[in-house]
C-alpha cells in the first residue's frame, strides 16, 4: 500500500522506517546533524513549502531519504494504522 504524506508525494508503506514529530527531534543536537547530512546529500526533501510539521525517514532505492512533511506526525500514522 502506499501513504500519502503531503502535497502529491506518496511512499510505499514498505519502504518507510519511521515518522517523527518535528518539533521534538529536532531539539536532539544527533537528529538535527542527522537532518544536516541529509541535506547536504540531497537527500532531504521538503514535500510542501508550507511549514515542516514530521520528518518521514524511508529507504528509497536502496539510500535512506528523509521527507518533511507538512501533515502532523500522528496524522500520517493514523492513516494506515501505523505504529513507529
Do not use: C, W
Amino acid at each position: 500500500m502506499y501513504l500519502h504524506i503531503g502535497n502529491d508525494f506518496v511512499l510505499n508503506e514498505q519502504d518507510i522506517i519511521g515518522v517523527f514529530d518535528l518539533d521534538h527531534i529536532s531539539e536532539s543536537p544527533a537528529t538535527m546533524e542527522y537532518l544536516k547530512a541529509l541535506e547536504e546529500d540531497n537527500r532531504l526533501i521538503a514535500v510542501s513549502s508550507e511549514l515542516p510539521k514530521a520528518f518521514v525517514l524511508a529507504v528509497t532505492g536502496g539510500m535512506e531519504i528523509g521527507y518533511l512533511s507538512p501533515l502532523a506526525s500522528r496524522t500520517i500514522q493514523n492513516r494506515k494504522g501505523l505504529a513507529f
